[in-house]
């Protein structure tokens, strides 16, 4: 397999110095016209590196692992318990395990996926995941599930739509059931149905109103009219201004973008963003990288996906990185921009016409997504030549994708095929450089890489985690890379005026303070001033978004007092007070290189014995008397780990983590325990709300240690804690919240209620 280093550097070899910048045209232009000679081995580089990237694979081998697979899942489903509810759930649920195995391993060989669909569905039902396993039947049958056999797939889908208390869908499942040949026992269960459905209908005088879905919701939402996009020319360009006081959590905005791409592809819905947690419905023709968490989900992505699919088939998106969002943006925006492209008889003038709609000042709340986008600045004009080319290389490389490996090229019948190819590589260069100082990452909580969603001990029933599970779900990953361009109109600051939350594809605004009218609106592209130094700020801000930032915060004469309170040690040689001379030595114990730390007084290389100590304890947690040192060691770190320090709130949570998994793998607890643990506990919440603002969805994260130690009833959660935790939930995506909710209300509102303080609902 040809690699992308080596094919861009022996093109980059073929094509001039650009000296300098005109526009994306033109440099893709010197792309287009190279002598011949040089023009046609430029080609077939591309060529060949696409065909290089062809991975087919062995669809008899695929049948195979599926098969196996889905014999393991079924001696575990044909096992489990009719007596003992726990044991049932877990064969359930790993029985699941195997049959999404199945499903993934079986890529496009059909008489797998049926089976594969077909009994996880049984699974899911058994489960009480419903909804799942009525699209996993509908999928079962889309692959071809053996037609003598239907009838068994269309009652399991009848009774999840009861179930679901979906009227409409049982009556028609019913009445195609009603038209078979059926043997005693499910003629018994047809008519418990039509049993069901009559009630149902009763209950059900009119019918339930439609959820507002993602495709209908609006793309931006000024829920008050608490600010302005203020047009002033000048070095800061446009930028956000509060038209009247804002409280802080007041929504400024939310907005829900139509262009994403997963950062984690498989474990991430790509049309709806949402983490897929039971049930993945993979594309079966781009091997298990693109995956969704319904069938409806799958079906709105459809288009995009037909000319995604063979670009995820190669993995030739993961080498591109922000070029993959570029290429997104065009294949989201391309039908709105067609409008002013298709009016220019040429090439040429097509361009200058979308560009002149793009330098335009518009009423920016109420303009399209679209237009929005195409708005949006970029910095590909003080880019350095060879960052130029390299994103010009990328925007070619796909360019040419889309042309021998998708039929996109189609909808574009208005010129000759030259130009298209021209103004396709030229949009999506622009939309890199464009999204290189715009783009936006979200982040979502997560559960913990070495878990799996599926594990039978998580759960009690489907989103209801079982007692002291909660801490699980204490990881926060970047999990989405967003087009948001009208929040891409806020300018930074190294302390921002709001926060961000995520979720899916929709991301609200809040402010994080008190924001005065006529006070402008920061949002922070970097690590903030808590968390970097401002050199470290200045260089990056420098680097990517072409300014010098003079913030409150740069501009004083202390910029990092607060950094450096994060980070100060005691020398263990002359007691003296002092933070490493270099930014790398910071977060040291998160890197490989084993780089030394002097004391800047004494010069003493630092020997660190007590890190090393309190690390191998954390691997014993599940013995009483590890923890006990475990314990004192962490107490002993205040000697030399001053006030909230990084790597004191580290260890803290390594070790309360690691404490609550021996918890849950059956390690006994006694008082002492969880009076040190809580104490523990306390300390790091308050160093994380310090550090990261107890808004943060790291805060977050962190509360559901504090989660599981109230559900024991063995930490005095005060009622400012309580209010803390049920006002995060509210911050969290929809599908992580629906669990955080239902763990308050199964185990933390009874430790309330029983406490005397009982009004207190997460759904507040
Ligand atoms: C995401 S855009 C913000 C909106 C931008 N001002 C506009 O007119 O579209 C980021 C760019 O805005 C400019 N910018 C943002 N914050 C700034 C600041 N504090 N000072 C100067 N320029 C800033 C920089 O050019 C940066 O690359």
Known sequence: MLTLSKVFGEQNELVPFISSYQNELETVKVLHTLPAAKQQRFNELTHELLDSLDDVHDLKACAECSRSSREHGNAVYTKRSKTNESDRRESLLLACRFYTHAILQAENVHEELCLGYANRGMALQDFGLYKEAYDDCECALEYGYPQKLQHKLIMRQAHCAWQLGDVRKLREHLSWLEQQQLNAGYVNQLEQLQEQLTKLQEQQVSEPKEELTSEQAPSLQILARNHKISNSPGEKGRHMVATQSIQPGDIIFKEQTACFVPLEPGLICQQCAASVLYAPIPCTQCHQRVV?????????????HSYECAGYRKNLFTMLGVSHLALRMVLCYMQEWLTELGKGSNVQEAWKLLMAKASKTYDWPSASQGLLSLCMMSHLDKAAAEELIYYALCANLLQVYLHRCTNFYEQLEVKTREDWHLLIAALILRCAGQLLCNGHVGDTIVLRSQCHTMESKLWRAPFHLSLGQMHKFDSVALTTALNLPYLALCNHACAPSIRLHCDGRAVSCLAAQQIEADEEIFNCYT???????????????QQTFKFRCKC???????????????????????????VPSQREEFKWWESESNSAINCSKCQATQ???WFGIL???????????????????????????LDYHSLKLHLAQQLIAACLT????????????????????DYLLAGVAAQHGADSMTYISHLTYLMDLTAFGKYKCSSEQLKAVRTAINYLPTDTKRIFVNYYNDFIEQRIAANGNANANANA
């Open 292 to 304: 969704y968490c319904s069938r409806h989900c799958r079906q709105l992505n459809e288009q995009i």
């Open 527 to 541: 690590l903030d001033y808590r968390n970097s130094s401002c050199a470290m700020r200045q260089a990056q801000l």
């Open 552 to 578: 409150i915060k740069c501009a004083s004469n202390k910029p990092d007092e607060i950094f450096l309170s994060f980070n100060r040690y005691r020398c263990e040689f002359c007691a003296h007070i002092y």
């Open 607 to 609: 020997l660190f014995n």
């Open 615 to 641: 690390r191998r304890t954390l691997e014993f947690c599940s013995e009483q008397q590890q923890r006990r040192k475990a314990y004192k060691a962490f107490k002993e770190l205040d000697t030399w780990l």
């Open 662 to 681: 021996a918890k849950a793998d059956g390690a006994t607890f006694d008082d002492s325990d969880y009076k040190q643990l809580s104490r523990i506990l």
